[in-house]
Structure formats: C-alpha cells, structure tokens
C-alpha cells in the first residue's frame, strides 16, 4: 500500500506519522510518500518521520520529492494537508476581517472564504494531476476549509472524502468523562463542516443508548468551558454545539476579544518555529509534547481509520466525514457536502439517515450551505462581484457595507493568489 501526502511539510506531518506507526496493523503502509515545495522544512520533518517509524519498528519506507506527479503516482490514497500562502496568509484571514467589526478566523467568515478563493484552484489541480497517474487513487481532504474543498473535488469527479477532527475529538472528550474506550461512543454529528452539533451520545453504536442528558447534567461545566460557551447556553440547546458555533453565537464577544490579543496565526508561526528546530534534533524520536498545543488532535487516529475503509476492510464501518448529501438532510440540494456519520467502504461515504433538524439548527446549515455555494463559484470562477455575494450572504456577514469593505480587503490582501484580481 502506498500513501502520499500533500503537504507532507507541514509540522502537523509528526502527527500523522506517528498514528501511521502505532495503527499500522490497522493500516500496513508499504511506502508512505512525503510531497512539499519546501525542501528545507521536507528534510526536517521526513527526518523525524523515519526516526518515529524506526523506533516504532515500522518496516514502511519514508520518501520525499517536491514534485507532486512524482509523488502522487501509483497512490492508493492521497491526503492533502496543504495550506496555500502559510501562515503569513492565515495571519491576514485573522486580522483585516476585524477592520470591518467582523471576526476574523481562518475557515469561516471574510477570512474563511480569502482561505477557500486561494485553495480551490490549487487542490482541483493536484487532483487532476492525480487522476492522469491513478484515477482509482482515493483523495482524503484535510484542507480547510473542508467543506468548499470537498465539494470543489466530488463536483470536479474525483473520488473524495473530506476529514475533520472536530467529531474524534468529542468522541475521546466524551469517552474519557464516561470511561469507556472511544469506539463504544457514536455520536450522532449533523451538520456542516465547522458547523456541527452533537444531537446525541450513544453507547454501543448508532441504536445505543443516548447518554448526552446524562453526560451535561454531571459534566455540563466542563463542557461549557471546553466549548468556552456559558453553561446556561449549552444547557437550553441540550446538545454540544462545535466550538466554532462561538463565532455564531457570541460573534461580538469574539470580536472584541481578538482585537486585544495576537492573531493565532502568530502563535502558531512561533510554535512552527519551535517545532521545526525540535524536529531537526536527530536524538528526536517520537512527536514533541509541543505539537498537542499546535493543534490537530486525533488527527492521524481519523486518517487512518479513514483511509484504512476506503482502501481495505481496516477501519470502522461508521465514521465522521465530508460528503455529499444526497437527500439525508431534505433541505439541502443532494450535491451539498454535509459532514454527518456515514457508513464508510471501498465505494466511498454513505450517510446514515438523520431524524428531522430543529429549525434553531436546519436554518443555520441552510443559510451556511448557501454561501458555500457562491463561495465555490466565486473559487471556481473568480470577480470582484462573486466574492462580495458570498460575503454578504455569509451569516457572519450579511450587511453591505461590511460586505463592500471586506470585498476591497479580501481582494487586495489575496493579490497574488488570484488569477483574475
């Protein structure tokens, strides 16, 4: 079996190393291919990537090139994990949202849809490079935003499936305060990507027991702070709302409070700094405690079990995904990518049907679905007049004169990733 991934640069790649070493039975990679345009972080990070599968006694082998048709040809699967721009990029989706009294974050909102205009393009090449060396190759998508890119992909005909570790982490989050071990916990996950609430926690499978009433009467508090939502909140929705549903509900609390602090774009770029120095250790053999804090937690547990469904008979037959819609929520067109519990095999992601949404949730996914429509066309086909409908139909958004402002920022801080500016 061989795997590529896209971005294999990254400082995220540790992660996902380190669960392709420990769940290799779940998952035997014969040679695991690492693709970068950056040779000096590539070297860094592969280096440490063979000391890991070394010490874990891992007889894969780790290889390296900076040219994708090379490093894609003869895949099983491909997992890209790219990030268009770096940091520098994401530092600004943080912060000009904010000029305009909007939030400013990487995967929703004016700085979500800067992050989806400069990475559309760039992934629907790279997978049209992989269907000319192997059209059954699968493509994994865990680029934000997930969503867009997902749709961008199953539109264009190419066989994939997007990934989030929004729902592994509740699941390891719920399973700890239950004691019990993460695969007796099934959530029942409905919605968007970034835009998700968990209606229930059941024990056993999908017809277990709901133990979600119990699980916020004694733990409610802790969840809330987690989710740094009140108690009172949480409690009156009686379900656990994604922590990206803050930006929704507390979105002038949040903006307030990042224009009082660095952008975490700034962090993270310190701790890449950190990270990449760590990585270049040769004693180094296992990933730094430094990486829990830089995000993606679980990350390389979901990719696995992922990968290891779609590729063979490894993985769980029910898992958290990206994917077309296809009727499960009637109020959305069938090729709108939803992000729910689908049962997951060599033909790809089945949604698991899903019990009529309240409106407080359907109408949200509704309105978000919506501007992920116009932001993939604004992506696919560019002009200062598809980027501003996105913007104002953005929920986080919707006025036109913060619409007009973003527009201008959007555009001039996304010069040179865009063909047509």
Same mark, same amino acid.
């Given at each position: 079996m061989k795997l590529a991934v896209v971005g294999g640069g990254s400082t995220y790649t540790p992660e996902l190393i380190d669960g392709f070493a420990r769940l290799r039975d779940t998952?035997?990679?014969?040679?695991?291919?690492?693709?970068?345009?950056?040779?000096?972080r590539l070297e860094l990070v592969s280096g440490l990537a063979r000391r890991i599968f070394a010490k874990q006694d891992h007889a894969g082998k780790i290889t390296t090139t900076t040219d994708i048709d090379a490093g894609v040809a003869?895949?099983?699967?491909?997992?890209?994990?790219?990030?268009?721009? &770096?940091q520098a990029a994401r530092n600004q989706d943080e912060t000009w949202p904010l000029e305009c009294?909007?939030?400013g974050q990487e995967t929703t909102g004016a700085g979500g849809l800067a992050k989806a205009l400069r990475t559309v393009p760039v992934v629907l090449d790279i997978a049209e490079r992989v269907r000319r060396t192997n059209p059954d190759a699968?493509?994994?998508? !865990?680029?934000?935003?997930?969503?867009?890119?997902?749709?961008?992909?199953?539109?264009?005909?190419?066989?994939?499936?997007g990934l989030c570790n929004v729902a592994i982490g509740f699941q390891r989050k719920f399973a700890r305060l239950l004691e019990v071990e993460p695969g007796q916990v099934h959530l029942d996950h409905? &919605?968007? *990507?970034?835009? #998700?609430?968990?209606? +229930?926690?059941?024990?056993?499978?999908?017809?277990?027991?709901?133990?979600?009433? /119990?699980?916020?009467?004694?733990?409610?508090?802790?969840?809330?702070?987690? @989710?740094?939502?009140?108690?009172?909140? =949480?409690?009156?929705? +009686?379900? =656990?709302?994604?922590?990206?549903?803050?930006?929704?509900?507390?979105?002038?609390?949040?903006? /307030?409070?990042?224009?009082?602090?660095?952008?975490?774009?700034?962090?993270v770029a310190a701790m890449e700094k950190e990270l990449?120095?760590?990585y270049g250790d040769p004693?180094?053999?296992? /990933?730094?405690?430094?990486?829990?804090?830089? +995000?993606?937690? !679980?990350? #390389?547990?979901?990719?696995?079990? @992922?990968?290891? #469904?779609? @590729?063979?008979?490894?993985? #769980?037959?029910?898992?958290?995904?990206?994917?077309?819609?296809?009727?499960?929520?009637? !109020?959305?067109?069938?090729?709108?990518?939803?992000?729910v519990q689908a049962r997951v095999g060599r033909d790809g992601a089945t949604p698991l049907a899903v019990p009529a949404l309240d409106p407080l949730y359907a109408g949200l996914i509704a309105n978000v679905t919506a501007y992920e429509d116009l932001?993939?066309?604004?992506?696919?086909?560019?002009?200062?007049?598809?980027? !501003? /409908?996105?913007?104002?139909?953005?929920?986080?958004? +919707?006025?036109?004169?913060?619409?007009?402002?973003?527009?201008?920022?959007?555009?001039?801080? *996304?010069?040179?990733?865009?063909a047509w500016a």
């Open positions: 998952l035997p990679i014969e040679e695991l291919v690492l693709v970068d345009p950056a040779a000096d003869d895949a099983d699967a491909v997992l890209l994990q790219l990030r268009v721009g &770096g009294g909007c939030v699968w493509i994994i998508d !865990f680029t934000n935003p997930v969503g867009i890119v997902t749709r961008a992909l199953l539109q264009a005909g190419h066989k994939a499936v409905v &919605g968007l *990507n970034h835009l #998700s609430w968990e209606l +229930g926690v059941r024990l056993g499978g999908p017809d277990g027991e709901n133990v979600l009433p /119990k699980l916020l009467a004694e733990h409610g508090d802790a969840i809330a702070d987690d @989710l740094r939502m009140p108690r009172k909140l =949480v409690d009156r929705l +009686g379900v =656990v709302p994604s922590y990206y549903l803050r930006y929704f509900y507390a979105h002038d609390e949040v903006v /307030k409070e990042l224009g009082t602090k660095p952008s975490r774009a700034a962090e990449l120095e760590m004693a180094l053999d296992e /990933k730094p405690e430094l990486l829990a804090k830089r +995000g993606g937690a !679980f990350y #390389s547990e979901a990719a696995v079990d @992922l990968a290891a #469904s779609l @590729l063979g008979d490894g993985g #769980s037959p029910v898992q958290v995904v990206n994917t077309y819609n296809n009727g499960t929520l009637p !109020f959305l067109a069938d090729d709108a990518v939803i992000e932001a993939l066309e604004a992506a696919l086909r560019g002009g200062r007049d598809r980027v !501003f /409908k996105a913007l104002l139909a953005h929920p986080l958004i +919707g006025q036109f004169d913060y619409a007009e402002g973003l527009t201008d920022r959007l555009i001039a801080h *996304n010069r040179e990733h865009l």
